[in-house]
């Protein structure tokens, strides 16, 4: 019975440690959390810390600093799915770190990310500043 007691309180203690750690990765102040529009889009400024174009494999996306935020331009969906804005596909894999870029798209949070895609419409974009 001693030993069920200690593994119980271990448990509680690790639940509630990863619950503080998850609490605290996505705490943000109101003054800096991204605020899309009613449609779901979102407009943002950034310099883009890392382009992963390995679109054959997986998705490819920028990693943007927009202030506080980083966020996530997914810019070619890979072989998951056809992307209909076939001119920002291209655009975003010329795209290199340290550039200043404008993004307009479709904004999600998906798997503790704040996302942005311009796949689906062809009126999304990213321009380089």
């Known amino acids: 019975m001693e030993l069920f007691?200690?593994?119980?309180?271990?448990?509680?203690?690790?639940?509630?440690?990863y619950g503080?750690?998850?609490f605290a990765v996505n705490k943000k102040g109101a003054e800096e959390k991204l605020t899309p529009s009613p449609?779901?889009?979102?407009?943002?400024?950034?310099t883009v810390?890392?382009?992963y174009s390995n679109c054959e494999t997986e998705r490819c996306y920028l990693v943007v600093k927009s202030?506080?935020?980083?966020?996530?331009v997914e810019y070619d969906t890979g072989d998951k799915a056809f992307c209909e804005n076939e001119l920002m596909?291209?655009?975003g894999k010329g795209i290199k770190m340290g550039e200043n870029v404008k993004?307009?798209?479709?904004?999600e949070f998906?798997?503790?990310?704040?996302?942005?895609?311009?796949?689906?419409?062809?009126?999304y974009y990213i321009k380089t500043l």
Do not use: H
């Not at 998906?110 to 009126?123: D, F, M």
């Open 39 to 46: 449609d779901g889009t979102i407009s943002l400024s950034g």
């Open 110 to 123: 998906v798997k503790l990310r704040e996302t942005v895609r311009t796949c689906p419409n062809l009126s």
């Open 89 to 91: 596909a291209t655009k």
């Open 49 to 51: 810390l890392e382009n």
């Open 67 to 72: 202030g506080e935020n980083t966020v996530y």
């Open 20 to 22: 503080l750690y998850v």
């Open 103 to 107: 993004v307009y798209g479709f904004y």
């Open 5 to 17: 007691k200690q593994i119980l309180a271990w448990l509680l203690l690790i639940a509630f440690g």
